[in-house]
């Protein structure tokens, strides 16, 4: 029973990980694809306020 347990926490802790890893992966590329459209454009960009 015991086994079971770490069984299924140590298989839900890397799903978890392996989730967040991909969103990460797919925000971040999205966030350098709009950067290095705005370096390409030559245009200055708008302060966060």
Known sequence: MIKLFW???S???IGW???VL??????GG???????KRLSDDTP???NE
Do not use: F, Q, R, S
């Open 22 to 27: 991909g969103l990460v992966a797919i925000k």
């Open 7 to 9: 069984l299924v926490l």
């Open 45 to 47: 960009a708008a302060p």
């Open 30 to 36: 999205a966030d350098i694809k709009d950067m290095l």
């Open 17 to 19: 990980y392996l989730a």
């Open 11 to 13: 298989v839900g802790c």
